[in-house]
Nanobody, 120 residues
Framework: QVQLVESGGGLVQAGGSLRLSCAASGGTFSDYRMGWFRQAPGKEREFVATISRNAVNTAYRDSVKDRFTISRDNAKNTVYLQMNSLKPEDTAVYYC?????????????WGQGTQVTVSS
């Protein structure tokens, strides 16, 4: 049983930056593929970024690829999402997720979310 707790959300002006953190407990962090998702009001939850267990592989949705960076520190059991050049359309609740196993795109555990609001 893995618990995930996000932090670092807040209100920022367009063009600004935020760094989200997700602290994991209750499992072996390095066994999990980690991801970030977001859900804006009235919209479906969407994939943002993912990082492999050893951090060799990362992937991003196209709209954030040149602005966001996912990273992890397995010694700290923490995954990060550095968000630069934020846009109002980035406003959403951001969720951290952990997936176990080789099947890509599957996640077993989810955090409670942290609100990111970008003003224009």
């Amino acid at each position: 049983q893995v618990q995930l707790v996000e932090s670092g959300g807040g209100l920022v002006q367009a063009g600004g930056s935020l760094r989200l953190s997700c602290a994991a407990s209750g499992g072996t962090f390095s066994d999990y593929r980690m991801g970030w998702f977001r859900q804006a009001p009235g919209k479906e939850r969407e994939f943002v970024a993912t990082i492999s267990r050893n951090a060799v592989n990362t992937a991003y949705r196209d709209s954030v690829k040149d602005r966001f960076t996912i990273s992890r520190d397995n010694a700290k059991n923490t995954v990060y999402l550095q968000m630069n050049s934020l846009k109002p359309e980035d406003t959403a609740v951001y969720y951290c997720a952990a997936g176990y196993g080789l099947a890509p795109g599957t996640y077993d555990y989810w955090g409670q979310g942290t609100q990111v609001t970008v003003s224009s």
